[in-house]
């Protein structure tokens, strides 16, 4: 059975940086996009970050704005988010994500299998 485990959130400071980790076991990642998303309790899961399945091509949400960079290492199995200069609207639970359909290029909504998630808190 395939399981994403994150880790690596936490409570920082504005400026802040933080790197995530997401772990697949149970199955390979080689040939499937993966994706970062985040929610804030009440509101709707966000798009993060994704890398396409040989990690030549990434895409980030408008708000990212240059401070996250999202990784992987096919042979590890796993899939990095490393956040830069974190402010507090950063605040949420991340999730890893992995697309549904092998060696096909994910849109955010195409995006089904979910890790449980690790916090991360921005505040002074």
């Known amino acids: 059975q395939l399981r994403l485990a994150e880790s690596g959130g936490g409570s920082v400071q504005p400026g802040d940086s933080l790197r995530l980790s997401c772990q697949v076991s149970?199955?390979?990642?080689?040939?499937?996009?993966m994706g970062w998303f985040r929610q804030v309790p009440g509101q709707e899961r966000e798009f993060v970050a994704s890398?396409?399945?040989?990690?030549?091509?990434?895409r980030y949400g408008g708000f990212v704005e240059g401070r996250f960079t999202i990784s992987r290492d096919n042979v590890k199995n796993t899939v990095d988010l490393q956040m830069d200069n974190l402010k507090p609207e950063d605040t949420a639970v991340y999730y890893c994500?992995?697309?549904?359909?092998?060696?096909?290029?994910?849109?955010?909504?195409?995006?089904?299998?979910w890790g449980q998630g690790t916090q991360v808190t921005v505040s002074s």
């Open positions: 994500s992995r697309a549904r359909v092998s060696i096909k290029a994910a849109n955010p909504n195409d995006f089904g299998v």
């Open positions: 149970g199955g390979r990642i080689s040939e499937y996009d």
């Open positions: 890398i396409n399945w040989v990690g030549e091509k990434v």
